[in-house]
């Protein structure tokens, strides 16, 4: 069972998303607690590769609030769980122009927290100006097929 617990939608805003790989995230036991209440914030979090491991960056999860004084920092980089070959092929792709590692959601595979990393491309301004025109030209379009079958 998949439970989603927070998505990125900056990121699909921001980037066109190319590819997208499941994660698993290395927590520490307040952290998890505090993810299944949803004190997580993706906003400005993305991913990078550190000798051959993948580290998740700024992404906020907030201090359990029952924990002790040793909670971790909020803020700190946590490592994402990928097979060898995915970093490799990851690794191929960001050192292309362009190219960058964006955390899109995390959610909960049966009791496990696992992270949806995509290999995205960045958008120009005139790409998310289209994709918003677009966006609501569709909006019109059944708003007047709607329309037209009411009456």
Do not use: W
Request: one cysteine or more.
């Amino acid at each position: 069972m998949i439970k989603t617990i927070v998505q990125n939608k900056k990121a699909y805003h921001d980037y066109f998303i190319e590819d997208t790989f499941e994660a698993g995230i290395a927590l520490c036991g307040s952290e998890v607690k505090s993810v299944r209440l949803n004190n997580v914030n993706l906003k400005d979090s993305y991913a990078v590769i550190k000798n051959g491991e993948v580290f998740l960056v700024g992404a906020h999860i907030s201090p359990y609030e029952k924990g002790s004084h040793f909670n971790p920092d909020s803020k700190r980089m946590r490592r994402l769980l990928l097979h060898k070959a995915e970093i490799l092929k990851l690794k191929q792709k960001v050192q292309e122009k362009g190219y960058t590692l964006v955390v899109t959601r995390l959610y909960f595979k049966d009791a496990l927290v696992k992270a949806e990393v995509a290999l995205a491309k960045g958008k120009e301004g005139q790409d998310k100006r289209r994709q918003i025109k677009e966006r609501e030209e569709k909006r019109n379009i059944q708003r007047i097929i709607k329309e037209t079958n009411y009456r």
